[in-house]
DNA sequence: TGTACATCAGTGAACGCGCGTTCACTGATGTAC
DNA sequence: TGTACATCAGTGAACGCGCGTTCACTGATGTAC
């Protein structure tokens, strides 16, 4: 019980209580003193870990990138079928894992799509979101399910849209019902029709 | 000179230096008593005309719809023509002003569309922005310049798109060189080939 | 035209706060002999 | 196995700050008679 004057891991403490932090009061309102005193420790002690108050957040950033990286991983997982119909279902899931994260997770989704986010270089440009949705577009783009000709510009297209719908969401400027028009929509455009219909 | 002690404008004045401020430094390092402080004024002054901060930051936030809604006019003024070319540059051009106001005014970007901005119950549904969006999809619909049965999602897909890219340009995601092939592959996902090339 | 008075946009002091960061320090740990 | 010592993750006090907001007030303005 009796507390040990070394933490231990107060760098992992000190990261898990600001994530949660941000998660349930959003980057604004984040404080170093709050975190450090959430977890019985100076106000200080965060300097033996973190350069700074932004260097703290800018992890924080990062994990709410690995998060969003791991929800489209699963996304993929749960649709590994090699048909052209399993191809869409992919590309469409990754899309909703998107938009599910920055609903279920407004405040991390605009810390790690913000400022101090953005700041950040990328950990691994071979992987992460952006390099998922690449290879479905390239998947796609074999199996020649989307329009001819457009592949070129797409990965920046469906990434600006998707985002860009996200923001709204997250903003409450689009209501959630409006998510599966969006996605029909995104479909129907880029897409060869698949149905004939 | 003498400086009167009734101001006679003073929420005018202070709005002015709010939108001046934000410009400057963001929404984040902009306070009411820095703001008080550069019209010589006292701190508490603001009170008499804006119920609270976030009441001024509020006007600001619309202050800057209406310069997007005006920049976006003023690129429909230039392209005012009849000719389905006509229509084609106007849709194009309404989203080259949305993302130059977001280039050039991204603090203001921020605000207008972060979470105090988007509080504000818009002013007037039938005109700004999305209206104008509305109405120039509605023109390239009628001269069927568009796919075929594409319509519908359509507004809701340009705009989130169109929004999407002028977030990862605001933060650095994406750079100014994208622009031009971001608005042809929209225009090649949407528009009818019109070279036939 | 002159006077009494209501109005209300300003003042300035204060409340009470939390913030990021620095600094000299201390005490627990682990290693070298 | 026991001792000396370097390391460094913590402490706690302080610096210096700006913040939003409240409050009783005051003095300029304009109106009514």
Chains 1, 2 share one sequence.
Not at 76 to 88: E, I, K, N, P, Q
Not at 113 to 136: C, D, E, M, V, W
Request: with cysteine; net charge negative.
């Amino acid at each position: 019980m009796g507390r040990a004057y070394h933490h231990g891991s107060l760098d992992e403490a000190m990261l898990e209580q600001a994530i949660a932090a941000v998660r349930e009061l959003g980057t604004d309102h984040v404080s170093l003193r709050s975190i450090a005193q959430a977890l019985n420790v100076s106000p200080s002690s965060a300097y033996n870990h973190f350069n700074d108050k932004e260097a703290l957040l800018g992890e924080v950033a990062q994990f709410g990138l690995s998060v969003l990286d791991e929800r489209m991983a699963n996304a993929l997982a749960r649709h590994a079928g090699g048909s052209d119909v399993d191809a869409r279902e992919r590309f469409a899931q990754l899309g909703l894992a998107y938009i599910g994260f920055a609903i279920d997770e407004p405040n991390l989704f605009r810390l790690t799509f913000g400022p101090i986010g953005a700041k950040r270089p990328q950990t691994n440009p071979s992987s992460g979101p952006y390099a998922k949705l690449n290879a479905a577009l390239d998947d796609l783009d074999m199996r020649r399910l989307i329009r001819p000709g457009t592949r070129g510009g797409l990965d920046t297209m469906v990434w600006a849209a998707t985002h860009g719908f996200a923001c709204l969401l997250v903003e409450g400027a689009v209501p959630p019902e409006a998510i599966s028009d969006f996605m029909d929509s995104l479909a129907q455009l880029m897409l060869m029709s698949d149905t004939g219909e």
